[in-house]
């Protein structure tokens, strides 16, 4: 099985995480994103999103969208829950991060650190602005709880991670609750860290 990667990319970090906690092998493939290798025909042939993270299984069917394919492969395991109410609040949260925290976190703290900030400023501040109420609302609802479902660390801690810990990089604070969790995140057997710094391809 393969992934195609991009190391600065937090949206394929949530696979590289899964794979490690699951201890699921597979062939990485990074991909240059900021040179095209992404939107080749060839590419597009196995994410038509032309984007990371993608995996190609070994019969060749390929999968993209980094919450569908932590989906995937949680299943059956301790990281995917069995109960219908609990499994539709990890698709919840799975939602709320592609639809909340990744545009607002993901966005704001790529174009800081890439040098794209200068040319975006109205709209840097309006995703910083829905990046804070984004975070101010997992601070709240980890006041209640140690994990976004439950009592039990599961996929949606893994989607959230990915982004939400690095708010700092753009600036954001982040609450005693989400701090609390994410020393709880990194306390997980097999963790491993990430994303890794931008390419000096993705610098403008
Ligand atoms: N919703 C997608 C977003 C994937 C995404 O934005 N990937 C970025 C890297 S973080 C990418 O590959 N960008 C290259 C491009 O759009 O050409 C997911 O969760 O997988």
Not at 13 to 20: C, E, G, S, T, V
Not at 77 to 97: G, H, I, K, Y
Not at 160 to 187: F, I, K, Q, S, T
Request: hydrophobic content about 45%.
């Amino acid at each position: 099985m393969r992934l195609y990667d991009y190391p600065g990319s937090g949206n394929a970090y949530k696979i590289r995480l899964l794979f490690a906690q699951l201890e699921i092998a597979y062939e990485r493939v990074e991909v240059e994103i900021f040179r095209g290798e992404s939107r080749t025909a060839e590419f597009l042939r196995k994410n038509p999103s032309g984007q990371v993270p993608a995996v190609e299984l070994d019969d060749g069917r390929c999968l993209g969208q980094s919450n569908a394919i932590l989906w995937y492969f949680a299943q059956g395991t301790a990281l995917l829950p069995d109960e219908p109410f609990s499994r539709a609040q990890v698709l919840q949260w799975l939602f709320f991060e592609q639809s909340d925290i990744e545009p607002n976190v993901g966005s704001a703290r790529f174009w800081i650190l890439t040098g794209r900030a200068r040319d975006r400023e109205p709209e840097l501040a309006r995703r910083l602005d829905l990046a804070r109420g984004a975070l101010a609302s997992m601070d709240q609802v980890l006041a209640a709880r140690p994990y976004f479902v439950g009592e039990r660390y599961s996929i949606a801690d893994i989607a959230l991670y990915a982004y939400a810990h690095r708010a700092p990089d753009a600036g954001l604070a982040l609450g005693p609750n989400v701090r609390a969790w994410v020393a709880r995140v990194e306390g997980q057997p097999r963790f491993v860290s990430g994303p890794e710094p931008y390419s000096a391809a993705a610098k403008v």
